[in-house]
């Protein structure tokens, strides 16, 4: 097993770029993955819709997975920690279901608000992203931002 983090976003209600906008915008992705994260979506749209949003964004995911299919996401992955980031109960079963930690985005939401990340810049470097993140250091990670 790796001692990698896996972090799945729910897309509508939890990225900007859902229908509904979500709260979470995608330099927080961008950080995740700078970090060392397998990034991915598991939503309730199709595989082709979300490939094309991760496109449009720039973005290459690790993977994408319908919000049913967590648990192929977990065997797919040899990784030490499993996150899902959602903002319904929907979200919440299917995480548990699949033995995902469930990270409810509002509750995120606030707590990235306090450290400035959700209204950096969508082009956010890695390195400038950090000067974002203010007082968190390089062993802070998402069970921190909890």
């Not at 290459?60 to 299919?69: A, L, T």
Request: hydrophobic letters at 45%; charged letters at 25%; proline letters at 3%.
């Amino acid at each position: 097993m790796e001692a990698r983090t896996l972090v799945s976003f729910d897309i509508d209600g939890t990225l900007e770029t859902g229908d509904p906008a979500g709260p979470l915008r995608l330099a927080f992705v961008r950080w995740a993955r700078a970090r060392g994260y397998v990034i991915g979506s598991c939503s309730d749209r199709t595989l082709g819709e979300q490939s094309a949003m991760w496109a449009r964004a720039g973005i290459v995911p690790d993977f994408v997975s319908r919000k049913h299919e967590l648990t192929a996401v977990r065997a797919a992955w040899r990784c030490q920690r499993f996150v899902h980031i959602g903002d319904t109960r929907v979200d919440e079963h299917f995480a548990a279901q699949a033995d995902f930690e469930f990270i409810f985005v509002f509750d995120l939401a606030s707590r990235l608000a306090a450290i400035d990340l959700i209204t950096c810049s969508p082009d956010s470097s890695p390195a400038s992203t950090g000067a974002v993140l203010g007082g968190m250091n390089h062993g802070e990670d998402l069970g921190q931002l909890r």
